[in-house]
Structure formats: C-alpha cells, structure tokens
C-alpha cells in the first residue's frame, strides 16, 4: 500500500515538473474573492481616490503620466504588495501620495487591500510565481543598457521623466529584483514600455536589473508623529491684511516667486495643499492647509468664504490643484489661483517647506523633479 503510494506520489510530482517544463512559469492561486460590498466600495474608492490621475478605466496617463493599473504584466507578476505598498505609503518624491490612514491617507487598512484585490480581480489574469532571488549581473554593462534604452524615459538617474522613478527609493525597496525584471521583458501593455524580450539579450535584461538594484540604499518606511489636521474656519492666513492682488503669468498661474513674496509680505490669503493629506504631514509650504482633492465640497463651503484669495498647489505639479480650484470657481468663489510649479517645482527653485519633524530647508532638491 504504501509503496504504492509513494510510487503515486512520486509518479505525479514527476508529472507536475515535466509541466512546469513546457509552460514557462508556474501559475499562483487566484488573489483573495470580495464580497460584492466590499467590491462596491473598492470601486467607490477607486473613482474617488485614484482616477484621477490613474484614469477612469485604470488605463493610466491621465496625468502625470500615472501607470497603467490594469496592464498584464504589472498584475501577472503582481505580489499583492507591489500594489498595496505604493498605493498605502505612496513613492516619496513622486506625485504618488500615500493611502493608508496610518501615514495620514484616508482609507483604512481593510480598504486598501480590499482596492488592492479589487485591481487584480478588474485586472483579470492569471498570476505567475516569480522568484524571490536576487538577480545578478554585471552593472556597468547595466548602466551601459540604460542609458542606451531607458534613460530617455526613465531619467539619466531614474529620476523618472514621462515614465515612473525606476531610481525611487520607496520603489526599489518594494519591488523585487524579478517583478522588475519582468517588467522589462514583458513590458507594461498598452502604455509606451515595450517589451524588451526580443531587443535585448536575456543577460542584458540580467544586467540593466542589476544596475537598478545597485541604486537601492536600503530605504525604510518610517513612522512619523501625524500633525492635527486644521479645520476650515482656521485656514486663513493673516486675516486682518490685504489681498496679494497676483498678476498672474501667461497659463493663468501664479508663479512661485509671486507666491513666496507674497507670503514674505503677509498678505491675507487661504493656502491649499490639495494633494493626499500624508504627503502634506511628510512636507508643506508653510501657511497651507491640506484640502484634497477628493473633499467633500458642500461641507466645505459652509466654512470657507468666497471672497478671499484662494492659492492651491500640489505635485502633479497642477492635476489636483487644476481640479480643485475649478469646483471652487464652480461654486461661486472668486478669486482662486494656482501655482504653476507645484510643490517639487517649488523646492527646485530653493523655497522653503515644512518638514514632518519641523525643520525648515531652503536648499534641499526633491529626488524627483517631474
Ligand atoms: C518610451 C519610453 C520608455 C522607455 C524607452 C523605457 N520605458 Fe520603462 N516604462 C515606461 C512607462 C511609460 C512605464 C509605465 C507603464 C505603465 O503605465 O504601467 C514604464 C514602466 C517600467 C517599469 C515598471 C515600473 C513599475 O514600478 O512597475 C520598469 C521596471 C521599466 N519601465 C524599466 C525600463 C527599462 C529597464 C528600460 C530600458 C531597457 C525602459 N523601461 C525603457 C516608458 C519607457
Ligand atoms: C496625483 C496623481 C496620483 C493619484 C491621485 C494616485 N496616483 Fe498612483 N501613481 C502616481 C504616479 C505619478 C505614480 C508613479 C510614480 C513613480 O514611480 O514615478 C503612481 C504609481 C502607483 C502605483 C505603482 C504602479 C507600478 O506600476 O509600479 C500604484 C500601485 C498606484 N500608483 C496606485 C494608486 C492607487 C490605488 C491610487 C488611489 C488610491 C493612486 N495610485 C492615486 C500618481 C497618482
């Protein structure tokens, strides 16, 4: 009997190699079923939160050039974290704010793996087992490919110019060597990353990995203390001075030398920072007060009064700024600008922001410009 089974056992597990052999990777279990609430409040989520700059059919580019959050590849060689950790803790440098209420983000935790599984089940494809290991090359040749094939996109340093930061720190500390390897031998579907399988050699896609990985410093999420977020009947700065009065530049924007002169004079105004409020409590131009996107504009406009000079930034550098200020104009307030650099452009031109422990630097780049 038990040999037999042994014979069996050992019968079919040759059997499962030898099928392993013909498909090229092994196949992961289906991710996590939602009920259809939590489905619902995904997607509400989704809509409300990531459309934005994501798009309305996930497709991305909308602005900023966001990724894709429905190609193949991306979900195919999705861990669940490669989702859940740059939509919990953001990609810090980058438009790409964190979610998650624990860095000040306004979903919980059941909430962002719920939109989590929700992106894989929208996404609908099979999942492969990548490996874990590292993978290893030789990475000057790596630099060589880069600069070759990526930079042009990507950034001289990975900084990130149309296409993502492959230099980010938060990214390289959350995606493994092979979740990137596979991005680049499969690319990303229906957005500008070819797949590069059949332009370079597999022990070049081995190479341009390992240079990427070399760029890693080790970075760690930290925990910050999270700031009282102030209340709309707080927000004006300076009440009892004049108006700024901004002459606007040519797009229709303030310029950020406009604002900083005018904050340096005074003047009586309300700052918006309309980006996800964690990003506010890791960095903010002083004087400003986290207002979203996503607000709730009725409970908002019972407190902030129409007739004062409204100045709303973020880092896309004006996607959430730009929409927020429309529904304001909307709404029947009159004077609202927004800065054209936006907060990153901003820091570029050495002006000066809060930082989460309260130091103020005048000097410090972002470690990404776009
Ligand atoms: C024509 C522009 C372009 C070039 C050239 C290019 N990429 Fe990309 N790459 C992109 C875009 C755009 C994305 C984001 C795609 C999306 O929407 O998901 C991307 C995504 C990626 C990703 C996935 C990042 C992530 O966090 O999921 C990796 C890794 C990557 N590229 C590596 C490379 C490498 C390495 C090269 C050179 C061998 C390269 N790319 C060349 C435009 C480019
Ligand atoms: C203000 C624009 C903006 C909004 C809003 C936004 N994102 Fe992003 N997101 C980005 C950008 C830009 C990147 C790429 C950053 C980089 O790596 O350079 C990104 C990257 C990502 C990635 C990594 C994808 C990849 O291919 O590696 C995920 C996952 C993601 N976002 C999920 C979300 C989710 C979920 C939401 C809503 C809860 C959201 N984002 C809201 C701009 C945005």
């Known amino acids: 009997m ?7 056992i050992t ?3 040759l059997s499962l190699s030898s099928f392993a052999q013909n498909v090229e990777r092994e196949k992961l279990p289906p991710p996590r079923e939602l009920t259809p609430e939590q489905a619902k409040v995904a997607s509400a989520n989704y809509q409300k939160y990531c459309s934005l700059c994501h798009g ?8 900023d050039h966001a990724p894709s959050l429905r190609s193949k590849s991306l979900f195919e060689s999705g861990v669940p974290h490669a989702i859940l950790r740059p939509m919990s803790y953001g990609r810090q440098g980058t438009a790409m704010g964190g979610y998650l209420d624990e860095v000040g983000g ?13 992106l894989f089940w929208q996404a609908g494809v099979d999942r492969v087992k990548l490996s874990t290991n590292p993978v290893l090359g030789d990475v000057q040749r790596g630099e060589v490919v880069y600069q070759e094939n990526c930079a042009t996109c990507h950034g001289k340093k990975g900084e990130g110019i149309t296409a993502p930061a492959l230099g980010n720190q938060s990214a390289l500390a959350h995606n493994s060597d092979e979740f990137i390897r596979y991005a680049i031998e499969k690319g990303r579907n229906d957005t500008p990353m070819v797949a590069f399988a059949d332009k370079l050699s597999s022990a070049d896609i081995d190479n341009v990995t390992a240079f990427l990985r070399s760029q890693a410093s080790g970075w760690k999420q930290e925990t910050q203390v999270l700031k009282h977020i102030p209340t709309p009947k707080e927000y004006i700065i300076n009440p009892n001075n004049d108006d700024p009065n901004f002459t606007l530049n040519e797009q229709g924007y303030v310029t950020s030398a406009d604002l900083y002169a005018a904050l340096k ?24 007060f986290p207002l979203p ?11 902030l009064p129409k007739d004062v000079q409204i100045v709303a930034y973020c880092s896309c550098p004006r996607a959430a700024a730009d929409y927020l200020t429309n529904k304001l104009t909307d709404r029947g307030y009159l004077k609202t600008a927004v800065l054209w650099e936006g ?3 901003w820091q570029n031109l050495g ?12 000097k410090e780049l972002s470690s990404s410009t776009h």
């Open 293 to 303: 996107y996503y607000t709730d504009f009725d409970a908002l406009e019972k407190e």
């Open 265 to 288: 004079a005074k003047k009586r105004m309300v700052l918006l920072d309309t980006r996800v409020p964690s990003v506010w409590q890791t960095a903010h131009i002083e004087g400003s």
């Open 106 to 118: 306004p979903m919980t935790l059941d909430e962002t793996w719920d939109l989590t599984y929700w």
């Open 351 to 362: 002006y000066p922001v809060k930082r989460a422990e309260g130091i103020n630097d005048s």
């Open 2 to 8: 038990l040999i037999n089974r042994i014979v069996l």
């Open 343 to 345: 907060i990153f452009g």
């Open 56 to 63: 309305v059919d996930r497709q991305g580019h909308a602005n």
């Open 11 to 13: 019968l079919a597990l």
